[in-house]
T-cell receptor, first 112, second 113 residues
Framework: AQSVSQHNHHVILSEAASLELGCNYSYGGTVNLFWYVQYPGQHLQLLLKYFSGDPLVKGIKGFEAEFIKSKFSFNLRKPSVQWSDTAEYFCAAGGGSYIPTFGRGTSLIVHP | NAGVTQTPKFQVLKTGQSMTLQCAQDMNHNSMYWYRQDPGMGLRLIYYSASEGTTDKGEVPNGYNVSRLNKREFSLRLESAAPSQTSVYFC????????????FGQGTRLTVV
């Protein structure tokens, strides 16, 4: 069965610090991977996605993620976080006929 | 562009009451999903509909029923609400056989007292 695990449940950073959130997946077949962001009180919005090709994916707001097939990982990174990045971040797997499966989420708090 | 629309946005129920959460999408997607979001648990799948006319149980289906009314609409029903069903509910949709992401509604915050 497909599964997604996120290692960091709560992360607290100061502005301008670098961010890396871990995500590992267990999936049979061709995998599509996603990072979603949920700002306080809002719905999930797509940050970036990987389907195939270049394993380094760039998304909105300066975020990027790297797909490492040998490690079954899709970690999210941002070189310099801002206070406005305070949100919950979800890694997800699924694509085609597969049901989107989500990790438990990482709560990020950025102090100004 | 409306995308995925959920109603209501907020609801308070008494234990034992019933209600239906509505979801409609205007993107002509064939697959639709209901998730619940609880602190520290991420999004857990309640039910899904891979295509019009089909529905299947997800990870946490107990206490819920669904109806795929047509291609656009997928409703979630709580027949006898329990406090354990206090949660935020999200509806999502996507193309079933295309490599695309799921699109989410704004969510329904449900409290059962």
């Amino acid at each position: 069965a497909q599964s997604v695990s996120q290692h960091n449940h709560h992360v607290i950073l100061s502005e301008a610090a670098s961010l890396e959130l871990g995500c590992n997946y267990s999936y049979g077949g061709t995998v599509n991977l996603f990072w979603y962001v949920q700002y306080p009180g809002q719905h999930l919005q797509l940050l970036l996605k990987y389907f195939s090709g270049d394993p380094l994916v760039k998304g909105i707001k300066g975020f990027e993620a790297e797909f490492i097939k040998s490690k079954f990982s899709f970690n999210l990174r941002k070189p310099s976080v801002q206070w406005s990045d305070t949100a919950e971040y979800f890694c997800a797997a699924g694509g085609g006929s597969y049901i989107p499966t989500f990790g438990r989420g990482t709560s990020l708090i950025v102090h100004p | 562009n409306a995308g995925v629309t959920q109603t209501p946005k907020f609801q308070v129920l008494k234990t034992g009451q019933s209600m239906t959460l509505q979801c409609a999408q205007d993107m002509n997607h064939n697959s639709m999903y209901w998730y619940r979001q609880d602190p520290g648990m991420g999004l857990r799948l309640i039910y899904y509909s891979a295509s019009e006319g089909t529905t299947d149980k997800g990870e946490v289906p107990n206490g819920y029923n669904v109806s795929r009314l047509n291609k656009r609409e997928f409703s979630l029903r709580l027949e006898s609400a329990a406090p354990s069903q206090t949660s935020v509910y999200f509806c999502a949709s996507k193309w079933r056989q295309k490599n695309t992401e799921a699109f989410f509604g704004q969510g329904t915050r449900l409290t059962v007292v």
